[in-house]
C-alpha cells in the first residue's frame, strides 16, 4: 500500500477513535464535492451522495454534544468501540478503493487505528483531567478540535 494511502487511512481511523461520526461526516463531504468513479459501482457509492453526507454532518455535530454529557458512556465499552471500529473500518475501505488499494488491508488498518486510538485518547485524556486538575470538558474541546484538524488534513484531495 502506497505511504499516502496508508496515512490517511490510519488517520481518518484514529478520528473514528476519537469521534466515531467524524471521520465519515469529513470523508463523505469530500466525496460528496469530489466523487470518485471508482465509488460508483460499489456498495459504497452513498458515501458520495448529498444525503450521506447531510446525515453523517448531523451526527458528528451530535456526537461533539454528546460527548460532553456526564451520562454518555465511556468510548471503551463494548459497544463504543465496536461502533468506532465499524467507522474505522468503513473509511478505510472507502479510501482503499478510491485509491486502488487493498480494500480488505483499508479496512483492517482503519478498524485496528480506531480501536488503538479510542484507547489512547481515553487513558489521556483521564490522565491530562487528573494531573492538571482541569476539568474534562476542556480536555474533550481539545480533543475535539484536534479530531477535526487530523480529519480535515487527511479528507483533502
Same mark, same amino acid.
Given at each position: 500500500?502506497? @505511504?499516502?494511502?496508508?496515512?490517511q487511512?490510519?488517520?481518518?481511523?484514529? #478520528? $473514528?477513535?476519537?469521534? &466515531?461520526?467524524?471521520?465519515?461526516?469529513?470523508?463523505?463531504?469530500?466525496?460528496?464535492?469530489?466523487?470518485?468513479?471508482?465509488?460508483?459501482? &460499489?456498495?459504497?457509492?452513498?458515501? +458520495?451522495?448529498?444525503? @450521506?453526507a447531510?446525515?453523517?454532518? #448531523?451526527l458528528?455535530?451530535?456526537?461533539?454534544?454528546? *460527548?460532553?454529557?456526564p451520562m &454518555?458512556?465511556?468510548?471503551t465499552?463494548?459497544?463504543g468501540?465496536?461502533?468506532?471500529?465499524?467507522?474505522? !473500518?468503513?473509511?478505510?475501505?472507502?479510501?482503499?478503493? #478510491?485509491?486502488r488499494?487493498?480494500? /480488505?488491508?483499508?479496512?483492517?488498518?482503519? $478498524?485496528?487505528?480506531?480501536? =488503538?486510538? =479510542?484507547?489512547?485518547?481515553?487513558?489521556?485524556?483521564?490522565?491530562?483531567? +487528573?494531573? @492538571?486538575?482541569l476539568? *474534562?470538558?476542556? /480536555?474533550?474541546?481539545?480533543? *475535539?478540535?484536534? $479530531?477535526?484538524? #487530523?480529519?480535515?488534513?487527511?479528507t !483533502?484531495?
Open positions: 500500500m502506497r @505511504t499516502r494511502v496508508l496515512g487511512i490510519i488517520g481518518l481511523g484514529a #478520528v $473514528a477513535g476519537m469521534r &466515531t461520526m467524524l471521520a465519515p461526516a469529513l470523508l463523505s463531504r469530500t466525496l460528496k464535492k469530489r466523487p470518485s468513479r471508482r465509488l460508483r459501482r &460499489t456498495n459504497l457509492r452513498f458515501m +458520495q451522495s448529498k444525503s @450521506t447531510a446525515t453523517f454532518k #448531523v458528528a455535530a451530535g456526537e461533539l454534544i454528546g *460527548d460532553k454529557l &454518555t458512556p465511556n468510548r465499552e463494548p459497544a468501540l465496536v461502533g468506532r471500529g465499524m467507522s474505522g !473500518a468503513l473509511v478505510g475501505v472507502t479510501l482503499a478503493i #478510491v485509491s488499494e487493498n480494500r /480488505w488491508l483499508g479496512g483492517g488498518l482503519g $478498524a485496528s487505528s480506531a480501536l =488503538a486510538s =479510542a484507547y489512547a485518547f481515553y487513558y489521556l485524556r483521564s490522565k491530562l483531567s +487528573q494531573e @492538571t486538575k476539568p *474534562d470538558v476542556l /480536555w474533550a474541546g481539545l480533543e *475535539d478540535t484536534l $479530531a477535526i484538524k #487530523v480529519g480535515n488534513k487527511y !483533502a484531495r
